[in-house]
């Protein structure tokens, strides 16, 4: 008997503490007191219109202008539909083209991280 009483005892506790924790965890995030002047500030990115060569083969999906090479991430399939009206329907792809995108912060893009530039693309030029 004396064994569920210290079982039941350490229950309790246990589950006060949790509480009172939970409590004064709760209380500190309320203290947290909001500076206008310091509010952050969402800036929509810049559409920007590139022209390159675009290259599609294996783990490779890039746009080269003038010698610099973003990774392209296009998730409405904008350049693959471009392509099989020039005739391209394979895999691979090589042509010149025209985007209008955003481009990213420097990183590691694309499915190696190789890549240190990106750009969404949101249209084809003409």
């Known amino acids: 008997m004396s064994n569920l009483r210290l079982v039941v005892a350490g229950l309790a506790a246990l589950i ?5 924790c939970s409590n004064k965890e709760s ?10 002047s310091e509010a952050i500030v969402k800036q929509t990115p810049e559409e920007v219109e590139m ?15 003038n010698g610099k090479v973003y990774y392209v991430s296009d998730p409405e399939q904008l350049l693959m539909k471009d392509s099989n009206k020039i005739g391209q329907d394979g895999y691979y792809k090589l042509f010149e ?4 995108g955003v481009i990213g ?3 590691g893009y694309g499915p190696t991280g190789k890549y240190e530039n990106e750009i969404t693309v949101s249209k084809i030029c003409v």
């Open 16 to 20: 006060f503490m949790s509480i009172g």
């Open 27 to 36: 209380n500190s995030v309320h203290e947290v007191k909001e500076n206008p």
């Open 51 to 65: 022209r390159g060569i675009f290259k599609r083969g294996f783990e490779i999906h890039e746009l080269d202008t």
């Open 97 to 100: 083209t025209c985007v209008v």
């Open 105 to 107: 912060s420097e990183g």
